[in-house]
């Protein structure tokens, strides 16, 4: 399996696509603007507490308050509240937390108008963006992660990662954490941390305490509300969180955006530094890894699938529905419990890319072609739920109902991908269409079907730009159409039809349907 990461750099955003066996699974974008990226820490202030809703509202700078629930205040407020006074008015100037005092928890079923009061200052944490009409959600539980742990301040909790199944590994981790924690802080270990000796765990203990430092000396007398830590940079934060050793190739081209993941990569994981390349040639790096088209063919509201089979996603306010089709899919060998299954399964795999792709969250509900037998319906669930193990997003999938449907809620923390696909109809003003390159994918799989049926000799006529697109250039689109199926198609550019148009005409001129 080949995992690369293609990085493009635009005047106002830089572009991250991930990409496996070439086929895009992620794609993120970071803004120059975007001022509340999750894992942003704030210094704010309390505007008001809501006791009917058990929350408060803070000023973060952003044009809507912030929602902070009682239970995102983390059973330490107090220590956080009484070190964050200390520290502002310039009587602490220890921030190892070694010899400062914690205060008791909180009471986990107790009331905000208890804790906090309003333009009360505060140190905040954004846990999920900006998404329509709603401000951040934040949380004051601080957390600061880093390659192989997490940093949590007034903490004294050592918690190992449940995705490693390993009793005496979790213990080694353990052990080894507990001898290098620093004394008021508490510490998770990463799944990456897995097999990795205690001077890697050390050395990034240390960068996040320096960053805890850093954070604390910003805060003396420093104005609300204001950011006093930034999350990484989003390629930093990609490659923290997903960089492993399957990744061949990290491509980016920008020679300062080059050189920063190069020192990364080399500090995090030095014998994969050769794998950052700097992308040099006038061809744009998205057209060259084929990733533009995947974004044309991939985000609208109709998504092809190999055999003929496609989904139709629909967005709602409450949530997103997913239609799967087998098309005019058909096999005469298997009978249709056996196609359904095929189809529900190829389907599933797709779905899974598309929720990572567009990152969609909240409810969503996927329409799967009904099957009979109770072990196809559980072996598309376990299908679902393996493809989906990749995903960094808190999911979960409720197996199918009586009715076919299959619910999965999937943690929504930035607002959805949502890229137009659509053009406008060069044939008709102000009218949309599906964008050209779709077009030609769909003429492939048209082609395929016949291909597979005994006609001697066929001839598709199509509009001259796009017979002219099939037929130039060196290997063409007609010429791969040869290398694959060892069939000559025979290309007419005809004058007549419009942009958009083509047909097929078998050995005797007639239209084949």
């Not at 899919?329 to 009978?335: H, M, P």
Request: hydrophobic share 35%.
């Amino acid at each position: 399996m080949n995992k690369e990461l293609i990085i493009r750099t635009g005047s106002s955003a830089v572009d991250f696509a991930l990409l496996k066996d070439g086929k895009l699974i992620e794609l993120n974008k970071e803004e120059d603007d975007s001022n509340f990226a999750v894992g942003d820490i704030f210094l704010a202030k309390v505007r008001k507490t809501v006791p009917g809703l058990n929350a408060g509202f803070v000023n973060v700078g952003y044009t809507k308050d912030a929602f902070l629930h009682y239970h995102d205040l983390g059973p330490q407020v107090l220590s956080l509240l009484k070190f964050i006074k200390r520290v502002s008015t310039g009587k602490l100037k220890d921030y190892s937390l070694k010899d400062f005092p914690l205060e008791k928890d909180i009471d986990k079923d107790g009331s905000i108008a208890d804790v906090l009061k309003s333009n009360q200052s505060l140190l905040v944490q954004v846990v999920k963006e900006p998404i329509s009409t709603k401000g951040p959600r934040i949380s004051s539980e601080l957390s600061l992660p880093g390659r192989y742990i997490v940093l949590v301040p007034f903490s004294n909790r050592v918690s190992v990662s449940q995705k490693i199944e390993s009793k005496e590994e979790k213990d080694r981790l353990k052990r080894l954490v507990k001898s290098i924690k620093p004394k008021g802080f508490g510490i998770i270990v990463r799944t990456v941390a897995e097999g990795r000796k205690v001077a890697e765990l050390d050395n990034d203990l240390q960068n996040l305490m320096s960053r805890w430092t850093g954070m604390c000396k910003k805060l003396y007398k420093a104005p609300h509300p204001s950011k006093v830590l930034g999350e990484l940079n989003r390629a930093s934060s990609i490659l923290r969180d997903v960089f492993n050793d399957s990744f061949t190739s990290i491509c980016v081209d920008d020679e300062t955006l080059y050189t920063q993941i190069k020192d990364y990569v080399s500090e995090i994981a030095p014998k994969k530094e050769s794998i950052v390349k700097l992308y040099d040639s006038n061809i744009p790096i998205f057209e060259k890894f084929g990733i533009e088209r995947q974004i044309k063919t991939t985000f609208g509201r109709t998504v092809s699938m190999n055999k003929g089979a496609y989904l139709v996603i629909e967005h709602t306010e409450a949530m997103h529905v997913i239609d799967v089709n087998s098309g005019n899919r058909s096999n005469k060998s298997k009978n249709q419990e056996d196609t359904a299954l095929e189809v529900n399964l190829i389907s599933a795999t797709e779905i899974a890319r598309q929720l990572r792709l567009r990152d969609m969250g909240g409810i969503i509900v996927v329409d799967f072609i009904d099957m009979n037998k109770a072990e196809n319906r559980k072996a598309l669930y376990d299908h679902l739920k393996e493809e989906m193990s990749d995903d960094r997003a808190k999911h979960k999938i409720l197996p199918p109902s009586k009715f076919g449907l299959v619910q999965i809620t999937r943690q929504r923390v930035r607002p959805e991908m949502n890229i137009k696909t659509r053009e406008e109809n060069p044939n008709k003003t102000g009218e949309e269409i599906e964008a050209p390159i779709v077009l030609v994918n769909r003429i492939n799989q048209d082609l395929e079907k016949l291909l597979k049926k005994d006609y001697k000799k066929i001839t598709l006529s199509a509009h001259p730009f796009i017979a002219a697109f099939l037929t130039k250039g060196f290997p063409s689109p007609r010429s791969k159409w040869f290398f694959d199926h060892k069939r000559w198609v025979k290309i007419v550019p005809r004058d007549a039809y419009t942009y958009l148009e083509y047909h097929f005409h078998d050995n005797d001129g007639e239209e084949i349907q």
